[in-house]
C-alpha cells in the first residue's frame, strides 16, 4: 500500500514539474500576444486622434467610430455587418413582410454587388433583373470600393423615384442600364395554385408569414381540387427565393416531414451547435414532391431543398443553388443599433456543409433563355406541327366516336395545350409537373 501511494504521488510530483515547465512559454506567449493586442489598441486611438484633429474638414465622431465598427465586421466576410439604428429597423420591418426598395436580395462579390434574386412581383422583377446579375453603377456612380451597406442606401430612395442601375450579366458582351421606379414591397410569402391534377406552392421569402401562408394555401388548393385523392403531388417552387429566418426553413421543412434531423447547426465551440428534428405529420399526407432551386435560391431555402433531398422526401430539379451556408446572429447593441455576426455554419442531414458549394439538384433542368428570335421559331414551329389531318379541307369525320368521347377528346387537348404553353412559358416547372405525372401513373407504392 505504501508503494502504491509513494509511486502515486511521484507521479503528481512530476505532473506539477512538467506542468511548470511547459506553463513558463505558454503564459509568456499569452503576455506578448496581449501586449500586442494593447499595442494595436493604441495605435487605432492615435489614428481617431490625428483624424479629428489634423483631417481636412470637420469630421462627425460618432460616423467615423460606425465606420471603424462596420469595416471591422465586413472584414471577416461577406454577411457581418453594423447595423445603424435605421438599418435594424428596417430589417425588423422586412421580417414582417412589409418595406420600401427595389426588390432585390443581394450581396458582395469582387467589390461589386451582386443580385443574390429579384424578389416576385417587384419593381426589380418587373424590369427583368437576374439573379447572377452584377450591378456596377447607381445611378452614374461606381458601387466598386463601398461597402454592401453603403452601395444599397444608394438604391434607397422615395417610392416613385427613379434609379437607373447598370447591370453587368453573363452573357452580354457590355454592361447596360436599367430603369427602375422604387416603390413599396409587399411580399406574399407563398403563393399556391393549381397546374392540373398538381398543387404548385411558390415560395418567395422565408418571412414571418411564410409557413402560415403555406399551410392555408396548400389547403385552399385540396379543398378546390375535391380532395387530396385529386392532387398527384407537390412543385415547392423555391428558385430566386433568397432565403430569410432559419426557424420558418425549420417549419416548412418540417412540414413535409415525419422524423428524423433537418438541420444542425455548428458554431466555433462545438456547445454552440444545435440540432433541429422533425415532428410527426406531413401537410402533403406522402404525396409526392419536386423541389425547383436554382442559382438565386439561397439560405433557408437550401435548407429545406437540402433536408428534403437527404431525407428522399422529395426530388430536387433545376440548377445549382447559391451556396450560403452561413447563419447570422443579429445581437442588439447600445443605442438601438445593432450587429449581424456569422456564428455558425449549417449543415443538412447527411452531415454536408453547402457553403459556397450549394445544393447539387438531382435532375438537373436549365431555363433556357428567350429572346424575340427564339420565339418567334418556336411559333412557326409549333403552327407547323400542329396541324393534323382533322384541319385538311373536306376530310372525312370520325362516325365511331359519341359525343362524350368527342369531348373528352377535347378536354385531354385543352390539358396538352396549356401543358405546351406552360412548357414554352416555364420550362422547370413544366419539367417538374411531369415528373409527377410520370410517378402518379406508376402508381402508389406497394
Do not use: C, W
Not at 325 to 352: D, I, K
Amino acid at each position: 500500500m505504501k508503494k502504491f501511494v509513494a509511486a502515486a504521488f511521484g507521479g503528481t510530483l512530476a505532473g506539477v514539474v512538467a506542468a511548470t515547465q511547459i506553463a513558463g512559454p505558454l503564459m509568456a506567449e499569452q503576455s506578448a500576444h496581449n501586449s500586442n493586442l494593447y499595442e494595436q489598441l493604441d495605435l487605432f486611438g492615435d489614428i481617431f486622434e490625428r483624424i479629428r484633429a489634423q483631417y481636412v474638414e470637420d469630421v462627425d465622431e460618432g460616423e467615423l467610430i460606425e465606420a471603424a465598427i462596420n469595416g471591422m465586421l465586413t472584414s471577416l466576410d461577406p454577411h457581418s455587418s453594423y447595423l445603424s439604428p435605421d438599418d435594424a429597423e428596417s430589417m425588423r420591418v422586412q421580417t414582417k413582410g412589409e418595406f420600401g426598395g427595389l426588390g432585390i436580395e443581394v450581396t458582395q462579390e469582387e467589390g461589386f454587388v451582386k443580385v443574390v434574386s429579384p424578389i416576385d412581383d417587384t419593381p426589380a422583377d418587373a424590369a427583368g433583373i437576374e439573379a447572377g446579375d452584377f450591378i456596377t453603377h447607381v445611378d452614374g456612380e461606381s458601387v466598386l470600393g463601398l461597402t454592401l451597406d453603403e452601395a444599397v442606401d444608394m438604391m434607397r430612395g422615395p417610392v416613385g423615384s427613379e434609379i437607373i442601375i447598370t447591370v453587368a450579366r453573363e452573357g452580354e458582351d457590355e454592361p447596360f442600364d436599367v430603369s427602375i421606379i422604387r416603390d413599396t414591397i409587399k411580399l406574399t410569402a407563398v403563393r399556391a395554385r393549381t397546374e392540373g391534377s398538381t398543387a404548385v406552392l411558390r415560395v418567395t421569402t422565408f418571412n414571418d408569414q411564410t409557413y402560415p401562408n403555406l399551410q392555408s394555401g396548400l389547403a385552399k388548393q385540396i379543398e378546390e381540387a375535391g380532395g387530396a385523392d385529386n392532387i398527384n403531388g407537390i412543385v415547392l417552387d423555391l428558385r430566386n427565393n433568397p432565403g430569410g429566418l432559419l426557424t420558418q426553413a425549420i417549419k416548412v421543412s418540417d412540414a413535409f416531414l415525419e422524423k428524423g434531423e433537418i438541420v444542425s447547426t455548428r458554431g466555433r465551440n462545438p456547445e454552440d451547435g444545435d440540432r433541429y428534428n422533425a415532428t410527426p405529420g406531413d401537410l402533403a399526407g406522402g404525396k409526392p414532391i419536386v423541389v425547383l432551386i436554382n442559382g438565386g435560391s439561397a439560405s433557408a431555402s437550401e435548407i429545406v431543398a437540402g433536408a428534403l433531398q437527404d431525407h428522399r422526401r422529395a426530388i430536387v430539379v433545376g440548377t445549382k443553388s447559391f451556396g450560403k451556408g452561413s447563419v447570422q446572429t443579429v445581437m442588439p447593441l447600445r443605442g438601438e443599433g445593432a450587429m449581424r455576426l456569422t456564428t455558425a455554419r449549417y449543415y443538412t442531414p447527411s452531415g454536408r456543409s453547402i457553403q459556397a458549394l450549394g445544393v447539387s439538384p438531382d435532375i438537373v433542368v436549365e431555363q433556357p433563355r428567350r429572346n424575340a428570335a427564339t420565339e418567334e421559331e418556336e411559333e412557326e414551329t409549333s403552327t407547323r406541327r400542329s396541324r393534323s389531318e382533322a384541319d385538311l379541307r373536306g376530310s372525312l369525320n370520325n362516325d365511331s366516336l359519341t359525343e362524350d368521347e368527342i369531348r373528352q377528346i377535347e378536354e385531354d387537348r385543352a390539358k396538352a395545350d396549356k401543358a405546351a404553353k406552360l412548357r414554352e412559358d416555364d420550362y422547370q416547372l413544366a419539367y417538374a409537373i411531369d415528373i409527377l405525372k410520370g410517378l402518379s401513373a406508376l402508381g402508389p407504392k406497394q
